[in-house]
């Protein structure tokens, strides 16, 4: 079967992928690094940690995609393992009032997170984005940053959309692993996790005019240390 490509798939450029902040709405005046780009891949029949690794993938594309460089199917009863090396500099000096945050734009399906050995989360879904503080366990200069990934596909019970290992007729090939933007976000000890804006529409009866709408906006603010709710009203 001959491979299609897209006109910036054609100018890919492996060491400049998909380098902008991935949350807009979420930006800050903040140091942040873009993991995406070449990572050691390897596949695995059991869940051991290995000792070696088969090559390089490009992340954040999945290895059923000809752009990870693998162009190989994740089974269900196989595990994927990623590894980078990432470095630290200045951080002994910086982690005062300071933490790292790892952000993970989706991963397909199940995966377990490691940094220098320790396991720093888990997750299970494969459209939803996750992240995790990993402040207590990096350290001044290299770290080593590993995942390990497991798909069932359509031999189990999670959502997978139109993906089947056997694509055909209405069904995609399945895909797996790391399929959005990875990266590294420096913030204070207080930070915003989530921002949920709502809209609420009244109408009121004025008694020369009609009807008239009010639009009344809610926003809510989660961060790490409190909830706060604010709202206003236009």
Request: aromatic share 12%; proline share 3%.
């Amino acid at each position: 079967m001959k491979q299609l490509y897209t006109r910036w798939g054609e100018r890919l450029d492996s060491e400049h992928i998909l380098q902008e902040y991935p949350r807009p709405i979420l930006i800050r005046n903040t140091d942040y690094t873009i993991l995406n780009g070449e990572w050691e891949y390897t596949f695995t029949e059991n869940c051991e940690r290995p000792v070696e690794y088969d090559g390089k993938i490009l992340v954040p594309f999945s290895p059923e995609c000809i752009l990870s460089g693998v162009a190989r199917q994740l089974k269900p009863e196989e595990y994927l393992w990623y590894r980078k090396e990432i470095l630290f500099e200045r951080w002994n000096v910086k982690t005062e009032r300071r933490h790292m945050l790892l952000h993970f734009g989706a991963v397909d399906q199940m995966c377990k997170v490691f940094v220098n050995d320790t396991l720093v989360t888990e997750h299970i879904g494969g459209y939803l984005p996750f992240s995790a503080d990993i402040t207590d366990y990096i350290c001044e200069g290299k770290n080593e940053l590993v995942v390990m990934v497991q798909d069932d596909s359509d031999t189990s019970y999670h959502a997978r959309g139109k993906q089947k290992l056997e694509s055909g007729g209405m069904f995609y090939t399945a895909q797996s692993g790391i399929w959005q933007s990875v990266w590294l976000e420096e913030v204070s000890d207080k930070w915003v996790k989530h921002i949920d804006t709502r809209i609420k529409k009244y109408v009121e009866k004025e008694r020369s005019e009609g009807c008239l709408e009010t639009v009344k906006i809610e926003i809510y603010v989660e961060s790490n240390k409190i909830n706060e709710k604010n709202s206003s009203g236009n």
